[in-house]
């Protein structure tokens, strides 16, 4: 009777109990689930700066015919558009001079002269409402004039190394201008300026 119990309730036992701890056994098992890649938040596009308007104009006429002016020597004139040209100047230096031609360039705006500067001193703007070139110095920077043809005025705009222009850039209708320098900055020429930003109007 003892032994017909104990297989009865072995048997009642394994029916019951064993297959619930079987299925935590096999629920332990269980490989954990996949770890779902992290995904990199979308690049966020950068605005395109205002390209750097080039100091050549290879677009434009070249330089036109050279005449003979009063008082001796030539020039020749280039059309830049909206009135602008630059005339490059020859002219005879006194007697001794260790130089016999005297070569200048010149920016105009019709029959007005602007300055005597070459071609990476200055900047038209793209609708022709403005020039930007340099002007006097002083002390250690040189002045930065802006011509407005609507006015005829030409005025400082602000003050800047004394070094070319790597490149001018018009941003945001015009109102705002961006000059990026070419070399070392005088008087001590050790390093090229930083860009500089002024506001036209």
């Not at 395109?48 to 290879?58: A, R, T």
């Not at 490149?167 to 390093?191: H, M, N, S, Y």
Request: charge should be neutral; aromatic fraction near 8%; include cysteine.
């Amino acid at each position: 009777m003892l032994l017909a119990a104990l297989a009865m309730g072995w048997a009642l036992w394994w029916k019951l109990v064993a297959p619930a701890a079987s299925g935590e056994r096999a629920a332990l098992a269980l490989p954990a689930p996949a770890r779902q890649p992290v995904s990199s938040p979308a690049p966020v596009a950068k605005e395109n700066p205002v390209p750097l308007q080039s100091m050549e104009v290879p677009s434009l006429p070249e330089d036109g015919p050279w005449r003979d002016i009063p008082g001796g020597g030539s020039e020749s004139s280039r059309d830049l558009g909206f009135g602008f040209r630059q005339v490059k100047r020859q002219t005879p230096n006194p007697p001794g001079h260790w130089e016999g031609i005297y070569h200048s360039q010149h920016l105009y705006y019709r029959d007005r002269e602007l300055c005597s500067c070459a071609s990476y001193e200055y900047s038209i703007s793209p609708s022709g409402s403005f020039a930007l070139y340099a002007g006097g110095v002083r002390g250690e920077r040189m002045e930065l004039m802006l011509f407005a043809p609507a006015t005829g005025i030409a005025r400082v705009l602000g003050l800047a190394p004394i070094s070319p222009f790597a490149g001018v850039a018009w941003e945001q209708g015009e109102t705002r201008v961006r000059i990026e320098f070419l070399e070392p900055a005088l008087p001590d020429g050790k390093r090229i300026p930083p860009p500089l930003r002024l506001r036209v109007r």
